[in-house]
């Protein structure tokens, strides 16, 4: 039980194009997921949280603009990374949280973005 | 704010091995303490987590010990095999708020035959 998938698991895209990144929980609802980003042979650092219905919890110096995050359904958030540039090229993992008030996040595999 | 600290690695091991990865911590209140591991090519997973001062996790053989004493909570193993090799990567979840993980830069491990 308690896994999360990532859709697409890596995505080439051109300079300017706008990515869609799906993360969802196939056995269990998530009333809260996170979003991560990990640079190469480095920490994940959360850019965002996201809530079922409202708008996402952005941290500090991530572009809310940037990175648009919909938490549409209890089992299903996005990440669209819009004009897309070299630099936005990483590893997108998200997280999600069961229930209300817990502790414990399960993880997706991580999304590969390479920026052309 | 809240921090997470570990030792740099890689850390380069035989089989069999004693494993020792220090994790200190910074946050206030009662934090829950967690191990990740991630291993080549995979997304993370938790290893073992302690919700509260002085319980252990445990799992696979690897054990942590929740110190707030010493705000620590270091990552042993007693014989590391070749297939423990991965990164390995401490985390907090305070006991408020979002509860959004902090992570520590990640301690990579590579044990050889």
């Known amino acids: 039980g308690a896994v999360v998938s990532q859709h697409p698991s890596w995505v080439i895209c051109k300079s300017g194009t706008s990515v869609k990144i799906e993360c969802r929980s196939l056995?269990?609802?998530?009333?809260?997921m996170f979003w991560y980003r990990q640079f190469p042979k480095q920490s994940l650092m959360l850019m965002a949280t996201?809530?079922?219905?409202?708008?996402?919890?952005?941290e500090q110096g991530v572009e809310k603009d940037k990175f648009l995050i919909n938490h549409a359904s209890l089992t299903l958030s996005t990440l669209t990374v819009t004009s897309a540039h070299p630099e936005d090229s990483s590893f997108y993992i998200c997280?999600?949280?069961?229930?209300?008030?817990?502790?414990?996040?399960?993880f997706g595999p991580g999304t590969r973005l390479t920026v052309t | 704010g809240n921090s997470v600290t570990q030792m740099e690695g890689p850390v380069t091991l035989s089989e069999e091995a004693f494993l020792t990865i220090n994790c200190t911590y910074t946050?206030?209140?009662?934090?829950?303490l967690f191990w990740y591991v991630q291993y080549p090519g995979e997304g993370l997973q938790l290893l073992l987590k302690?919700?509260?001062?002085?319980d252990k996790g445990s799992n696979k053989g690897f054990e942590a010990t929740y110190r707030k004493e010493t705000t620590s909570f270091h990552l042993e193993k007693g014989s590391v095999q070749v297939s423990d090799s991965a990164v390995y990567f401490c985390a907090l979840s305070p006991d408020t708020g979002r509860r959004a993980l902090t992570f520590g830069s990640g301690t990579r491990l590579q044990v050889q035959p």
């Open positions: 302690a919700t509260k001062a002085d």
């Open positions: 997280s999600a949280r069961p229930g209300q008030g817990g502790y414990e996040q399960y």
């Open positions: 996201s809530n079922e219905g409202s708008k996402a919890t952005y």
């Open positions: 946050a206030t209140g009662y934090p829950s």
């Open positions: 056995d269990f609802q998530a009333t809260t």
